[in-house]
Each structure stands twice: as C-alpha cells, then as structure tokens.
Nanobody, 127 residues
C-alpha cells in the first residue's frame, strides 16, 4: 500500500503561483509513475501532468503547457506541481496518484492505470 498526501493548495489571484506537493509513504517505490489530476465542480476528473519513475518523461495537458511544471524527488518520495500564471479556470481539487504499472520508455497517463490516490487539495483562483 502507498499513502499519498497532497499539500500546497489555497486561494490565489489570477496570474499568481502555487506549488503543490505530494508526499508518499508506506510501501513506496521510486519506480512508480506519478500524476496530478484535477476535478472542477460539475466536471470529470482530468489529467493535468504526469512524470515517469525516472523523471525522464513528462506529460502535460494542453491547457497547462508552459504554465505548470511537474517534478519529483525520489530521495524524498515527493512529487511537485509548480503552477504559474494561474487562471480562474484552473480552480479545482487537485489530486496526486501513483501507478505501479510503469514501464521503461513509457509514461502512464490513463487515469484508470493509477493505483493509489491522495485525498486532494483545493486550488481556487480568483479573477
């Protein structure tokens, strides 16, 4: 079992920045692909960004490219999501997830292939 705890959410004005953290504990493994997902009120959960276990492959949703950066520190069992130039449409509950199905040379992006989920942290961007 892997436990994931997100932190760093909050209220920020449009154009501002936040950095989310996701700390993993339990049966942790630096070979898990990690992802950040978000769900806005009345909408489905969508992938925001993902990073391979080595950190060598990343993925970003088109809506956040150039504004968000995902990174990981395997020594600290922590994944980060740096969010810059935030917009009101970024308002959502952000959750991190871990996939035990990682493979060399590919990155798990499909939400259905993520095995462990955090509780989520609220990000609210005011206009």
């Amino acid at each position: 079992q892997v436990q994931l705890i997100e932190s760093g959410g909050g209220l920020v004005q449009a154009g501002g920045s936040l950095r989310l953290s996701c700390a993993a504990s339990g049966r942790t493994s630096s070979t898990y692909d990690m992802g950040w997902f978000r769900q806005a009120p009345g909408k489905e959960r969508d992938v925001v960004a993902a990073i391979s276990w080595s950190g060598g492959i990343t993925y970003y949703a088109d809506s956040v490219k150039g504004r968000f950066t995902i990174s990981r520190d395997n020594a600290e069992n922590t994944v980060y999501l740096q969010m810059n130039s935030l917009k009101p449409e970024d308002t959502a509950v952000y959750s991190c997830a871990a996939s035990a199905r990682s493979r060399v040379g590919r990155l798990v992006i499909d939400m259905g292939e993520y095995d462990y989920w955090g509780q989520g942290t609220q990000v609210t961007v005011s206009s």
